[in-house]
Structures are given as C-alpha cells and as structure tokens.
C-alpha cells in the first residue's frame, strides 16, 4: 500500500490577492488560464480556470485574524 495521494479532480482553489488585476494577468499569461465570472456572483470570487479546474481570486483583507495566522 502507498503512502501517496493521488488528485483525480480538482474543482478549484481560493486564494486571496493584493491585486486583482495583476493576478488576473498573470494567471492569463503565464498559466493560460480563462477568466470567467458571472453577475449572480457579484464582484467575486473571479475564476481562472482550465477545463473545470483552476483558482477562485478574492481580494485580500489584511485586517482579517486568519490571514495573520502563524
């Protein structure tokens, strides 16, 4: 029996970004990444995704207790 983790399907990731326009590119640019967004979700989560997998961008909160978790 192995020890290891085997990922079948990944549906996506939150991450949270200084700068969503930045991120926006650079998941884009560099990944080759979709954008896509609907209006029902408001303003967020934007996701960049690649077939049915990918990230979920939220802006950052710096203020928010989990994000200075240590």
Do not use: C, T
Not at 16 to 24: G, L, P
Request: no cysteine.
């Amino acid at each position: 029996m192995s020890d290891d983790i085997e990922i079948r399907f990944l549906d996506h990731v939150a991450i949270r970004v200084d700068n969503i326009e930045k991120a926006v590119q650079w998941y884009r640019n560099v990944l080759g990444l979709k954008k896509y967004q609907l209006p029902k979700w408001g303003d967020y989560p934007i996701f960049m995704l690649s077939g049915k997998s990918g990230v979920a961008l939220f802006p950052a909160n710096l203020e928010d207790p989990l994000v200075n978790m240590a």
